[in-house]
């Protein structure tokens, strides 16, 4: 039987062979500083011939980030294999136009697991397993794994959380590791914050600190991003280059923008695309003209003084992130339109009808439980009446059947069973093989088909009769009801390939009410937005 140790010896040895290369990104100070978005527009910068395969090492115990509340962690991102994700994947399928799998998604729950079940199957060979050497090699054949079943040209790593929190040490030993065999083929750049202080002064001291944290992890970063409100005067930059040994040119600023696409932008004005490639020896992006149209399609669409304004109606309004895909698609598709597109997040528990006035659509997306459901359900019911047009998401698709079976079909007392357990007409219920004990990873999760009515609005959106897009819930609209739906304004225009499931809705006589059962807002690109927020805009827009 062969060691770990002895693995990990051949898959550097094959990683060499195939001359993987690897840009690490770590970051320092405080969380939630944009490592994410910064790699993935570091990777937008090197050519699209190259496999570009991201992957994202997070600290926490949880073993994925399916039951972590959205206000506190954001959103959970769902890919096409069902996996539940780290937020970070929206940006680097967005950045990159690619598709991800679960597997790219490390957490420290998933390596101790998997590190556990390998000692009750005997594959350390009796000897006792320690966090060093034996879990920092597991983290690196897992790294390695990945990067090779997907035959990686280049692989963008990124280390989750604060240097110096105890959840992310054993990743930074790894990356050590790595560093020290795979020498040239890995370029490290470190994401710190450059505070200003009463006056507009930058101060670096947070930023040396952090530097010195890396450092002493033995790692020497190539490149230095330093987050900030507006561009870091040249002091900064010598002292941070001083303190680092590197050059000026290799400090560069990531202040703030009024869209995060503008981000590749800015780090190409200051050459870190020369930087990056020539240290790696890749190629660059020649096709980055494409990507950065798009980027100036909507930041001169922010200086037009025609506003629409997008009402995202939810509980989960305490951060954006929240709704991070659903805002993203809807500045996607804000790129066909030559008007100021904003979006504002209305909280469901606190509706007044002088804010749903102000509002040109409204897009009731993904939730939980009962809590906001009551304003959900009148803000349905207000766009349905009053022709402004309405996107519903997932839980947005179940409240507006609600909605319409209460109001319009005098279905009385119908309600979902995740709302009302004791409902008498239960229009929207539990799938029959969902097991509530066990809440990770138990969802109806991923890609699924629809197929489309033929004559319908979304079949003209989609321009297809059939579709895939990602799912993530746990009701269903209830079978028995569905002959009970549809009328001469009520349209189920998308079903499951056997017709057991409700996937879309819409309504004739309506500028645009439509609704899915998924969440068409995950597939999403900046050079290739959704059709259904195409249609929804362009509804707005008319």
């Known amino acids: 039987m062969i060691s770990q140790k002895e693995k990990l010896k051949q898959m550097y040895k094959e990683v060499k062979e195939k001359n993987i290369k690897f840009i690490v990104m770590t970051g320092g100070v405080l969380s939630g500083l944009g490592k994410g978005v910064a790699l993935a527009s570091i990777g937008s910068l090197i050519s699209n011939d190259l496999k570009k ?67 009750r199957e005997g594959k350390f060979l009796g000897k006792t397993v320690q966090l060093i050497p034996d879990v920092t090699n597991f983290i690196q054949q897992s790294i390695f794994s990945i990067a090779l079943s997907q035959k990686a040209d280049v692989v963008l790593l990124e280390i989750g959380g604060t240097i110096g929190d105890i959840e992310n040490e054993l990743y930074f030993f790894a990356v ?35 530097l010195e944290k890396v450092f002493h992890r033995g790692l020497q970063p190539d490149v230095v991003l330093c987050r900030s409100k507006k561009r ?70 922010h200086k037009n003084s025609k506003i629409k304004t997008i009402g995202i109606c939810g509980k989960y309004t305490k951060i954006n992130d929240s709704y991070a895909s659903v805002i993203e698609a809807i500045n996607h598709a804000s790129t066909f339109f030559d008007t100021k597109t904003i979006v504002k997040c209305i909280d469901t528990e606190n509706v007044d009808s002088e804010t749903l006035e102000q509002i040109d659509g409204f897009i009731v997306p993904g939730g939980f439980g009962n809590r906001g459901v009551d304003g959900k359900i009148n803000i349905i019911k207000y766009a349905r009446e009053n022709k402004k047009p309405f996107l519903g998401l997932c839980y947005g698709l179940q409240l507006a059947i609600i909605e319409y079976a209460k109001n319009v079909l005098n279905i009385k007392e119908c309600n979902s069973t995740e709302i009302d357990s004791k409902t008498p007409n239960p229009i929207i219920k539990i799938l029959p093989n969902q097991d509530l004990n066990l809440l990770g990873g138990t969802m109806r999760l991923g890609a699924y088909e629809a197929c489309l009515l033929k004559g319908s609005k979304v079949f003209s959106l989609y321009n297809s009769d059939k579709v895939s897009e990602r799912h993530r819930h746990r009701y269903e609209v209830n079978p028995e009801y569905h002959k009970h739906l549809e009328d001469d304004h009520f349209v189920v225009s998308g079903k499951s390939p056997d017709g057991s499931l409700v996937e879309f809705i819409e309504l004739k006589d309506h500028p645009f009410f439509v609704a899915t059962q998924s969440h068409p807002e995950l597939k999403s690109r900046i050079v290739n937005a959704h059709p259904l927020f195409v249609g929804f805009l362009k509804a707005v827009n008319l």
């Open 53 to 119: 395969v991201p992957i994202k090492c997070d600290g926490y115990l949880n073993y994925d980030p399916g039951t972590l509340n959205p206000v506190e962690h954001g959103e959970v991102f769902v890919l096409d294999d069902g996996s539940e994700v780290d937020m970070d994947f929206g940006h680097y399928e967005r950045f990159l136009n690619i598709t991800c799998n679960g597997k790219q998604n490390l957490t420290m729950g998933k390596i101790y697991k998997d590190i556990i079940d390998l000692e």
């Open 176 to 210: 050590k590791e790595m560093a020290r065999y795979l020498k040239s083929n890995i370029f490290n750049v470190h994401l710190t914050y450059v505070p200003e202080i009463l006056g507009g002064e930058q101060k670096t001291k947070p930023a040396q600190t952090s």
């Open 232 to 301: 870091i005067d040249a002091s900064c930059e010598d002292k941070l280059g001083v303190f680092s040994g590197l050059s000026s040119d290799k400090i560069i600023s990531a202040e703030d923008v009024k869209n995060i696409y503008e981000i590749p932008l800015n780090f190409k004005k200051q050459n870190l695309d020369d930087i990056v490639c020539d240290s790696l020896q890749v190629p660059k992006n020649q096709d980055f003209d494409v990507f950065k149209e798009k980027v100036e399609k909507i930041t001169t669409n």
